[in-house]
């Protein structure tokens, strides 16, 4: 049984490679589009060994035998899925000079991003964590609002393939993400509905 889920030994293990972030709804937000600045988005490696590793693999030691990365690195995979998710729930990321001194500013730090195995006897266990910290700040009346967003994805499965693995990932990025995306949606929405109302 654990043949399914270990590498033999002396095998070398290749590394993966995610593929690109594929927003889950297939519906866009039917609000009109709102246009906000984004200042920032940052990345915090969750390996400080090695900042663009976004995984690992391990063999039935536990012990790390491969790494899981992007293609483009983590900071600008991120910035890709965060742009796709917002487009989707009804925002459009401009530039500062493009929407003048009032508008809406936004800035995003990913914490965490990344999924790991842990291996029993028979089985392994997937966990994988995206924490995105969200800042979006009003010019016009100074309000600014802060929120963590946080992703969790774990399945136990008998062989922890590279696909396996990856797909724990993204459905932990997407958890995170979209919830995100529409919740910042709503934010600006609101804040428009309010400075229309003031007289």
């Known amino acids: 049984m654990l043949a399914l889920h270990m590498p033999a030994a002396g095998c070398t293990v290749p590394n993966?490679?995610?593929?690109?972030?594929?927003?889950?709804?297939?519906?866009?937000?039917?609000?009109a589009k709102i246009s906000i600045v984004l200042d920032a988005l940052e990345y915090a490696p969750t390996m400080k060994s090695d900042t663009e590793a976004v995984g690992v693999k391990k063999n039935g030691f536990n012990r790390i035998v491969a790494k899981l990365y992007t293609r483009t690195g983590a900071a600008t995979w991120l910035t890709n899925?965060?742009?796709?998710?917002?487009?989707?729930a009804g925002i459009r990321l401009q530039r500062d000079e493009a929407l003048g001194a009032e508008a809406p500013h936004l800035r995003i730090i990913v914490t965490q991003f990344f999924v790991e195995p842990s291996f029993g006897f028979f089985m392994a266990e997937l966990q994988a964590v995206t924490i995105a910290d969200v800042e979006v700040s009003f010019?016009?009346?100074?309000?600014?609002?802060t929120r963590r967003f946080v992703g969790r994805d774990i399945s136990t499965e008998y062989a922890a393939t590279d696909r396996l693995i990856e797909r724990?990932?993204?459905?932990?990025?997407q958890k995170a993400l979209a919830l995100a995306a529409e919740e910042i949606a709503?934010?600006?929405?609101?804040?428009?509905?309010?400075?229309?109302a003031r007289p």
């Not at 995610?18 to 039917?30: F, G």
Request: with cysteine.
């Open 186 to 196: 709503k934010l600006v929405e609101d804040h428009q509905t309010q400075g229309q």
């Open 139 to 145: 010019p016009d009346n100074g309000a600014k609002y």
């Open 81 to 88: 899925a965060f742009t796709a998710e917002l487009d989707m």
């Open 168 to 173: 724990r990932l993204l459905l932990s990025c």
């Open 16 to 31: 993966h490679f995610v593929r690109a972030y594929r927003v889950a709804r297939t519906t866009p937000s039917s609000r």
